[in-house]
């Protein structure tokens, strides 16, 4: 069975959706971020980090997008991703990378840049740049699905829509104003919420209602 190290509103929740929609057993941990940065997780998570996805093996996995990636891979039956080898799952497996290593640490930024900051004046500094990058990468990812939407990959459903709505929650200044400012993203967004199989994992995550206040 998968164990998912989880915490609430965290990186996480892309996989813990994810295994929702292909309804696999899996035990669900909820870690807190004291946990999470414990010196025993790191034989889990060796940057400290969440998700982590144990595997059947018992080995660990981390990295949000190739946990993603590998569980619609090895489940193929749900149809969350395009048939492996496809020119739609090459278009899937960049636009989830992309997501991850782009838009996801700019976001992560824009909350709290006091791991690159020697002042709280820098601090402020690399929290603005990055709000403007992420909203730039948002900009772009609101053009293609403009252009070859409605989903991440076209026509299809996958989990790059959840990964993509996983973002929006963490939005600034707020969810609400990126939702606004981006109508294509808000209804990639909006399908995902409506998704039933999501409903009780959205709910304890706290990501059933769009926030309309401002982030801190
Ligand atoms: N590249 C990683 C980033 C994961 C990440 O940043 N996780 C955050 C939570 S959203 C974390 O665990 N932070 C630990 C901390 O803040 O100490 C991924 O995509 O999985």
Same mark, same amino acid.
């Given at each position: 069975m998968y164990k998912l190290y989880n915490?609430?509103?965290c990186g996480s929740l892309s996989a813990h959706l994810v295994l929702e929609e292909l309804g696999v057993p899996?035990?669900?941990?909820?870690?807190?971020?004291?946990? #999470?940065?414990?010196?025993?997780?790191?034989?889990?998570?060796?940057?400290?980090?969440?998700? !982590?996805?144990? %595997?059947? &093996?018992?080995?660990?996995?981390?990295?949000?997008?190739?946990?993603?990636?590998?569980?619609?891979?090895?489940?193929?039956?749900?149809?969350?991703?395009?048939?492996?080898?496809?020119?739609?799952?090459?278009?899937?497996?960049?636009?989830? #990378?992309?997501?991850?290593?782009?838009?996801?640490?700019?976001?992560?930024?824009?909350?709290? !840049?006091?791991? %690159?900051? &020697?002042?709280?004046?820098q601090n402020s500094a690399i929290r603005r740049k990055s709000l403007q990058k992420s909203l730039e990468l948002f900009a772009m990812m609101e053009a293609r699905l403009a252009e070859d939407g409605p989903f991440v990959v076209g026509e299809r459903y996958s989990a790059a829509d959840i990964y993509l709505f996983m973002l929006t929650i963490w939005g600034h200044p707020s969810e609400q104003a990126v939702l606004e400012r981006f109508p294509h993203i808000a209804r990639v967004a909006a399908h995902v919420r409506a998704r039933p199989r999501l409903k009780a994992a959205l709910d304890t995550h706290g990501a059933l209602e769009i926030q309309t206040a401002e982030a801190a």
């Open positions: 915490v609430k509103r899996y035990q669900n941990i909820w870690l807190t971020m004291e946990q #999470v940065r414990a010196p025993e997780f790191r034989e889990i998570s060796p940057l400290n980090m969440v998700p !982590a996805l144990g %595997l059947p &093996d018992g080995r660990a996995i981390t990295e949000s997008a190739a946990i993603v990636a590998f569980l619609t891979d090895a489940h193929p039956e749900a149809g969350l991703a395009p048939p492996t080898g496809s020119d739609d799952h090459a278009v899937y497996l960049s636009s989830l #990378v992309f997501m991850a290593n782009n838009i996801y640490p700019a976001i992560d930024l824009a909350f709290d !840049a006091r791991r %690159l900051a &020697d002042s709280e004046e």
